[in-house]
Structure formats: structure tokens, C-alpha cells
């Protein structure tokens, strides 16, 4: 019903930037929230950045200052703009969207496949 591509993912060096994208197909009415969460090997999936459908955004603590998040509700896309990149960001990077179906009254998340971002230090 609704599909989350992702893109942007790939391999850098400490210090550098990477953008990532995820644009949400299919059939739908609205799109409420967009999330990215990111998970390491053998380490739980957390929760990166949030935008609201106004433009309202919060951020883990961890990359406060780093990375940003926004959204073109025109192309319903999610973008996050990582910058000053730390090994420790490594992890596969999922985008989430809470979606309200058409002729449906709750939300219903749905995940991308995942795009894999390597720091090397």
C-alpha cells in the first residue's frame, strides 16, 4: 500500500557529510510524522531525528548540532543532512512515516528497507 525509498547511504571518513533521502510511495491520504532511526549490529534501533507534518523537529542528543532533518510535503520526502560524521554514527539508517490511509482514522507507520552508513575514523 505505501512504499519508503531510501537512498544516500554510503561510506566516509570521520569528519565528513553524507545525505540521505527517503521518498514515500503509494496510497494514501496524509502523512503525519517522519522519523529517522538508525541500529548497529547487536544494538537496539533508535530513534535519530523527527519532523512533524507543520515542520516541527527534534533530535537525539547524540547528533544535537550535526544533523538535520526536513521534509518536501510536495514530493513526500524526508531528508537528513548529516554533517561532522563520528564512527560512532555507523549504523543502517531506517526511515519511518506514520501515514493516515485513505478511508482510515488512525495512523499506521511504515519503514523503509534501510541504507547503510559507514564512518571510518
Known amino acids: 500500500q505505501v512504499q519508503l525509498v531510501e537512498s544516500g547511504g554510503g561510506l566516509v571518513q570521520a569528519g565528513e557529510s553524507l545525505g540521505l533521502s527517503c521518498t514515500a510511495s503509494?496510497?494514501?491520504?496524509?502523512?503525519?510524522?517522519m522519523d529517522w532511526y538508525r541500529q548497529a549490529p547487536g544494538k537496539q534501533r533508535e530513534l535519530v531525528a523527527a519532523?512533524?507534518?507543520?515542520?516541527?523537529?527534534n533530535y537525539a542528543d547524540s547528533v544535537k548540532g550535526r544533523f538535520t532533518i526536513s521534509r518536501d510535503n510536495v514530493k513526500k520526502t524526508v531528508y537528513l543532512q548529516m554533517n561532522s560524521l563520528k564512527p560512532e554514527d555507523t549504523g543502517v539508517y531506517y526511515c519511518?512515516?506514520?501515514?493516515?490511509?485513505?478511508?482510515?482514522?488512525?495512523?499506521?507507520?511504515?519503514w523503509g528497507q534501510g541504507t547503510q552508513v559507514t564512518v571510518s575514523s
Open positions: 503509494g496510497n494514501m491520504r496524509s502523512i503525519n510524522t
Open positions: 519532523i512533524a507534518s507543520g515542520g516541527t523537529t
Open positions: 519511518h512515516a506514520e501515514v493516515r490511509m485513505i478511508g482510515g482514522f488512525s495512523l499506521t507507520g511504515f
